[in-house]
């Protein structure tokens, strides 16, 4: 499976590629930073991000997109701009049919880490050890990137096969509630 991870900001996004399944060493495909300025219209600021994505999109072709869900924090406007970058990744993804999960801080940093409450300095020597890397990968928002990527392999999958389990179970009760009805 290979999982483009996204970790949305307006000024930078981070963006790095994981190749890997459950229960084999995960590989490092590429990893960067989308950066716009500050001094430049959202709007504008937007397009760049679109631009940076889906090129990444189209050069590394994604078995599925994971994005950093967008919570709470004190500054709205840090809020705003990621949850503007966010929507953009999302799009970009669903333009293409792709699968889109959404993970919490918590449980990425709980997923790479074994903590919830892990800083970025723990995440980031995680997701160096995870991947096998020479060096850790730089800015943070770049291995919060690679560690959404692992975090949706290592769970992706098994929730993938919760929902479709899930969905079966509805077809087959909806299919028996139409035959008691007759």
Known sequence: M???????GLTRCGIGVV????????T??????????ADRPVAER??????????????????A?????????????TIMGTAQASGIAMVAAARRGLPIALHTPSEVKAAVSGSGRADKAQVTAMVTRILRLDAPPKPADAADALALAI??????GAQARID???????????????SSRR
């Open 19 to 26: 190749d890997g399944e459950v229960g084999r060493p995960l």
């Open 46 to 63: 937007l397009v760049t991000i679109e631009k940076g994505i889906d090129a990444w999109l189209d050069d590394y072709a994604p078995d």
């Open 164 to 178: 479709a389990a899930m969905a079966r179970q509805q077809l087959a009760l909806a299919a028996h509630q139409r």
């Open 28 to 37: 490092l495909v590429d990893v960067n930073v989308i950066r716009t300025s």
């Open 151 to 156: 975090t949706h392999i290592w769970r992706g």
């Open 65 to 77: 997109v994971a994005v950093e869900r967008v919570f709470a924090r004190s500054d709205s406007s």
């Open 2 to 8: 290979r999982v483009l991870g996204i970790d949305p």
